[in-house]
């Protein structure tokens, strides 16, 4: 064995990273170090997800946590020959800040800096397929304190006294919900992990089970014991292939070492944890919907009460948390609830995660305590908006939440202040969209697909949901009438307050909240059949500008409609100046018939000399 | 339902042995599903992940599939076919050899995954949920597979193409054919 590791080399291997190509620059690293050598001097690790999905493939290389960004296989000669043998960092290869200036160590970064790592400690910092690693980094310490010190009470007081709040949606006390199924006997009670993350846009509880499957097994596993339950089930979805593979393999390694199965630490307390995969429907990431899926029926929704915690999976009583709240649980066992109400605010305890995307500069996964400002995670941690543009609005919380203006920008981002302004911490999903966005078109996109996922089983979301769908698709089209915003607020208010589910519930939300933040907007479609955005297809206008154009005809070879044609340029330079424009005979220019024009953009896109603007 | 599958295989009330094919037509699939069914069996809640293997062992879901399965569980074909049309990753139709899936998440959408879709609808000359006519791809939209930062996101096969933009569809659906015909030459 070696005698002395000089390096360690984390080659982040979550889903952004292995699209990206990391595998083939690991295996180009292992053959570069076999090269010189110095295999057994350096070890080289596959983590979990760093979170700045963007940059990837990234390497991190420790111990002088200097940070690579966007690695090629043919990269990785001259990070082992300059980095590893030498000493002297590829600069190249590092990431710079928004001044410019080059960051040698991952501490230094903005994008990591402000961050607070509970929930992601280890997601890329250690190998998921290696149990080893988990346990070096305190897993299972929690639940052996647990098992040998603490009484089922002990353990539900704990997470009540952390203030630990759902991360999955509506952030119900975590610890209200072990009491409620705690106290409810019964012969046979169940632990589900809600892993049917679907509101698009998030995806922090794919990169936990894909970085850190290990934590959600520990939680579990506790959660069992607490609530009386000798059995588990984590309902992920069909579509995160790579999350069922890592947890089924981190199950089985956890059999084999006892932390799951019988006995568990000679405790008398047995847990085992079985996995059931989706099959892509939203509406099952509501309790109700997931359990009855998991019973192998369609995954409707039904009334509550009974809730879960009283009847659940199978008729028996049933635990449900999501994800990132499971990956708690170990953290505040261990370093006690007093510590984890120090991070955060009064109302909203510990950290979140936020999945950041759409037009930011830095995308992936942030952790901030609760109470950062939207505008530290869009400018510090994001980098602000990219082309210089202007931020318009940040939508949070997925298709159940709502848009948040720049007005706002200093919102602390917890549960209550997110919901008092119309939006919702949701499971974290936040959206940054610039001013080439249209609100009414976002509003439409999201009814689009809480509409298609609704299942048909009440009135209000199967019906409603239509109606307003309905009302934004002529709007976009240029047909809105007088009373279309008043008929939009009127409808959503009812939906809000009769559906069944909280997919129905919060279906309308997005549309409440951009017509309370962009009225304008509204009233633009309606009243001007105009677009602000320049998105809705059937309102924009293209035109040629015949100063910038150079009549070189390639707009008018693009168009399948054939409207752009060649007039004389004094003509047109003529018109635009009012009439007193200078002749320029031989000079042509192109101007584009928009009774004709199928607004297609395709002039616009082949237009060297920028001459094709959209109105 | 005329489906490939259907025609290769007798009408399940005539299972061979019982019917005239005297085995001809014997689908030895059925005898893979009849093994998965009896893996399941005494689980209950077992009839999402048994369609999860038949789908996979028949590519899609047809008719004499769904009957076999309800049979092998004791469950009512009605209740099958519920299951079936619930799910949007089950399928009634056999699909392309390959699957297009245009990610419609919301960050997808915001950086443009719409025009992607509408050029390889173009290309393929089919509709969401259709197959190009040669049978190689099936296209379909799917809702966020979370892979956000690297919007807009298509995944074909097992690989995922990150920051398409629309000119890029000609050259990747270009990559797949020319495999299919060096696959083609090489049997």
Redesign the interface.
């Known amino acids: 064995m070696s005698p002395f590791i000089r390096a360690h080399i984390l080659v982040c291997s979550g889903a952004g990273c292995v699209s990206s190509g990391c595998f083939n620059v690991y295996d180009s690293l292992m053959h570069a170090l076999e090269e010189e050598g110095i295999l057994d001097e350096v070890k080289v690790i596959k983590t979990g997800c760093i979170g700045s999905c963007d940059l990837g493939p990234t390497v991190l290389i420790y111990p002088d946590g200097v940070f690579y960004q966007k690695v090629k296989p043919e990269d990785t000669k001259e990070i082992v020959e300059e980095h590893i043998v030498k000493g002297r960092p590829v600069e190249r290869l590092l990431p710079r800040q928004a001044e410019g200036e080059i960051c040698e160590s991952i501490s230094s970064l903005n994008f990591f800096k402000k961050q607070v790592k509970v929930v992601l400690r280890n997601c890329g910092v250690i190998d998921p397929e290696n149990i080893y690693e988990y346990v070096a980094r305190d897993g299972y310490e929690a639940l052996a304190r647990v098992l040998t010190d603490m009484t089922p009470q002990d353990v539900v007081d704990t997470i009540k006294q952390s203030g630990l709040r759902g991360r999955g949606g509506a952030g119900f006390p975590t610890g209200l919900k072990w009491e409620f199924a705690q106290r409810v006997r019964s012969d046979q009670k169940y632990v589900v992990c809600n892993a049917d993350e679907g509101d698009p846009g998030a995806f922090m509880d794919r990169s936990l089970l894909e970085g850190d499957p290990h934590s959600i097994i520990e939680a579990m596993t506790i959660a069992g014991y607490a609530i009386g339950a000798s059995q588990g089930y984590i309902y992920v979805r069909a579509e995160y292939p790579l999350a069922v593979s890592r947890l089924t393999h981190a199950i089985k390694q956890a059999r084999e070492f006892g932390v799951l199965g019988k006995n568990l630490f000679g405790s008398g307390f047995s847990f085992d944890l079985d996995i059931r995969v989706g099959a892509g429907a939203f509406v099952c990431g509501e309790e109700t919907a997931l359990l009855a899926s998991m019973e192998g029926k369609r995954g409707m929704p039904r009334p509550r009460p009974p809730f879960p915690a009283t009847a659940g999976l199978f008729g028996k009583p049933t635990l449900i948390n999501n994800v990132e709240t499971y990956a708690n649980i170990a953290p505040i066992i261990l370093k006690g609830p007093e510590w984890f109400r120090s991070i955060g605010t009064e109302k909203s305890p510990g950290t979140k995660v936020f999945a950041l995307a759409g037009k930011i500069n830095n995308t992936g996964l942030v952790e901030v305590p609760m109470g950062t400002t939207l505008r530290e995670i869009v400018y510090e941690i994001g980098g602000g908006i990219p082309g210089g543009k202007k931020f318009k609005a940040a939508q949070t919380g997925g298709p159940s939440g709502g848009c948040i203006p720049e007005s706002l920008l200093d919102i602390s981002m917890e549960y209550d202040t997110l919901t008092a302004a119309g939006a919702m911490m949701g499971s974290g999903g936040l959206i940054i969209m610039d001013e080439d966005t249209c609100m009414v078109d976002i509003a439409k996109f999201f009814l689009q697909f809480t509409q298609d996922e609704s299942c048909g089983k009440c009135v209000p979301c199967r019906e409603g949901t239509k109606v307003m769908l309905d009302i934004l698709d002529r709007m976009t089209q240029g047909k809105g009438q007088p009373g279309d915003i008043e008929t939009l607020e009127s409808l959503g208010k009812t939906i809000g307050s009769t559906a069944l589910c909280g997919l129905g519930q919060t279906a309308p939300n997005p549309v409440l909240s951009s017509i309370k933040y962009f009225r304008d907007e509204y009233e633009a479609h309606i009243d001007e059949k105009r677009c602000p955005g320049g998105v809705c297809r059937e309102l924009v206008r293209y035109e040629i500008i015949p100063e910038k154009c150079k009549g070189c005809s390639l707009c008018a070879k693009a168009c399948p409609a054939e409207c752009i044609h060649p007039v004389a340029a004094e003509e047109a330079v003529a018109e635009a100046a009012g009439g007193e424009g200078r002749s320029k005979p031989k000079r042509r220019v192109y101007e584009i018939d928009n009774s004709k024009c199928q607004k297609c953009g395709e002039c616009m896109s082949v237009c060297r000399f920028d001459a094709v603007i959209r109105r | 339902m005329a489906s490939e599958v259907a025609a290769k295989h007798p009408k399940p009330d005539t299972v061979c042995g019982e019917c005239k094919c005297q085995g001809n037509l014997h689908d030895d699939r059925f005898d893979k599903l009849q093994d998965i069914i009896d893996k399941y069996k005494d689980q209950?809640?077992?009839?999402?992940?048994v369609?999860?293997e038949a789908q996979q062992l028949f590519g899609c879901l047809p008719e004499d599939v769904q009957v076999f399965v309800a049979k092998g569980l004791g469950i009512p074909e009605s209740?099958v076919y519920?299951?079936v049309t619930?799910?949007?990753?089950?399928s009634l139709k056999p699909k392309g050899k390959w699957t297009i899936s245009v990610c419609?998440?919301?960050?997808?959408?915001?950086?443009g995954a719409a025009d992607c879709m509408e050029e390889l609808k173009k290309e393929l000359g089919c509709d969401v949920g259709g197959t190009s006519e040669d049978g190689l791809f099936t296209l379909e939209g799917?809702?966020?597979?979370?892979?956000?930062?690297?919007?807009p996101?298509a995944v074909i096969g097992d690989?995922?193409?990150?920051k398409v933009k629309p000119e890029d569809i000609k050259g990747i659906l270009a990559e797949f054919v020319e495999a299919n015909s060096t696959e083609a030459r090489a049997s």
């Open positions: 209950a809640g077992s009839l999402i992940p369609l999860h209740e519920g299951v619930f799910y949007s990753l089950f419609l998440g919301t960050a997808c959408y915001v950086k799917v809702r966020c597979v979370g892979a956000c930062a690297l919007a996101v690989t995922v193409y990150a």
